[in-house]
C-alpha cells in the first residue's frame, strides 16, 4: 500500500513519459507549480517544477525578489504534511526505498549518525539559501550536489544524443555524489534523506504540528519498544512520535503490538 | 512542543496554511508563477551537470 502510494507519486510527478524517449522536457503551464518532493524540473518525464530548484532560482537572480509563491507552497505543503512527503510523495525518496530492498549488508545505527542529521540543516542555510544569495546565478545545492538532477542528466543523455559531448568535469563530480548516495542507500536506509536533504530539513520542521501527524495513546502503549526497533530513522516514537526526523514510514504503526501509535489526518477517537 | 494539546497544533496549522495561501498569492500577484515556469521549462544545466 505505502509504496504503491509512492510509485502512483512518482509516476504523476513524472508523466510525461514520452520525455524519456525524446530526451525533450515538458514545458506546458504545469510547471508553473512546484511539486512536494525532490524532483528535478529538468527530468524529461517531469511535469513539475523543483521547489529546491525554483527558489534558489529566485535567490540568485540577478536582481533580488522575495521568493513568496515558492515560499509559500513550501510551507503550505509543510503544514498540511510535514515530512510526509518524504515517506510518500518524494520520488529520490521512493528510489532509495527500491535500493534498499536489494539484499546486502545493512546498518543503520553507528556513531556518527546523530551528527550527520545537523547536515542537512547546513545544506538548507548554506546551499540553498547563502550562497545562492551571495553568488548570482549559481543554484549551489543544484549544481554540486543534486542527486537528483544528476539522475536527469543521465536519462537526457541517454535519450539525446548532442547533451552527452557537453558532459564535463561537473557531471562526473555529481555522478560520485550520485553513487555515493546510491551506494550508501544499499546499506543504510534513506541515507540522503537523513543526512543531506534541504527539502526533508524545512519540512522537518512541520513535523510537530503538520495536519498529518503521528497520535500516540499513552494509555495503551505498554513500553515494550516494539517502535522503536522497526524505526530505520532511529527515533522512539513512544517518546517522541513527531520528530522532526521521522518521515511517516508507517513502520512504527505496523509493529505497534497494541496500535497506540496511529497516523494521520485526525486523531482516532478514544 | 510535543506535550502541545492538539487543539493548538490545529490552530498553528491553519495559521501556517494562512500563510502559505497568502504568501502563494502574494507570489502569483507579482507573476512569479510564470518566473518558475521559465526556468522549470529549460532545461537547468547546473542541475544535470554540464554547468
Not at chain 1, 219 to 246: L, W
Not at chain 2, 23 to 34: N, R, V
Request: proline fraction near 6%; glycine fraction near 8%.
Amino acid at each position: 500500500m505505502h509504496m504503491g502510494i509512492q510509485a502512483v507519486a512518482a509516476l504523476i510527478q513524472n508523466a510525461n513519459l514520452k520525455g524519456f524517449f525524446t530526451g525533450k522536457i515538458y514545458k506546458g503551464d504545469l510547471k508553473k507549480v512546484c511539486v512536494p518532493g525532490l524532483n528535478c524540473y529538468s527530468c524529461p518525464g517531469a511535469v513539475g517544477a523543483c521547489p529546491i530548484g525554483s527558489l534558489q532560482s529566485f535567490l540568485s537572480g540577478l536582481k533580488f525578489r522575495f521568493p513568496y509563491y515558492v515560499v509559500g507552497i513550501l510551507i503550505f505543503v509543510g503544514a498540511l504534511l510535514g515530512r510526509a512527503v518524504c515517506g510518500f510523495l518524494c520520488p529520490f525518496g521512493f528510489l532509495q526505498d527500491l535500493i534498499y530492498m536489494i539484499p546486502f549488508f545493512k546498518k543503520n545505527q553507528f556513531v556518527l549518525d546523530k551528527y550527520l542529521r545537523y547536515l542537512k540543516y547546513l545544506v538548507l542555510l548554506v546551499l540553498v539559501i547563502l550562497l545562492p544569495l551571495c553568488i548570482p546565478l549559481t543554484p549551489a545545492f543544484c549544481k554540486y550536489v543534486c542527486p537528483s538532477g544528476t539522475v536527469s542528466g543521465i536519462f537526457l543523455a541517454l535519450a539525446d544524443k548532442t547533451i552527452r559531448p557537453q558532459l564535463g568535469a561537473l557531471f562526473h563530480w555529481k555522478l560520485i555524489v550520485l553513487l555515493i548516495v546510491l551506494v550508501s542507500a544499499l546499506i543504510a536506509w534513506r541515507p540522503f534523506c537523513k543526512y543531506i536533504c534541504p527539502l526533508g530539513a524545512f519540512y522537518g520542521f512541520f513535523n510537530k504540528f503538520a495536519l498529518f501527524r503521528m497520535h500516540l495513546d499513552t494509555e495503551k502503549c505498554v513500553h515494550c519498544h516494539a517502535c522503536e526497533k522497526a524505526c530505520r530513522m532511529n527515533i522512539d516514537p513512544s517518546k517522541n512520535p513527531n520528530s522532526m526526523e521521522c518521515v511517516r514510514c508507517g513502520d512504527c504503526v505496523r509493529n505497534c503490538p497494541t496500535k497506540a501509535l496511529t497516523q494521520g489526518f485526525i486523531p482516532p477517537k478514544k | 512542543m510535543s506535550k502541545m494539546p492538539d487543539k493548538k497544533k490545529n490552530i498553528l496549522t491553519c495559521c501556517f496554511l494562512v500563510l502559505g495561501v497568502a504568501l502563494i498569492l502574494t507570489g502569483i500577484f507579482q507573476d512569479q508563477a510564470k518566473m518558475v515556469l521559465v526556468k522549470a521549462a529549460r532545461i537547468c544545466m547546473e542541475c544535470v551537470g554540464i554547468g
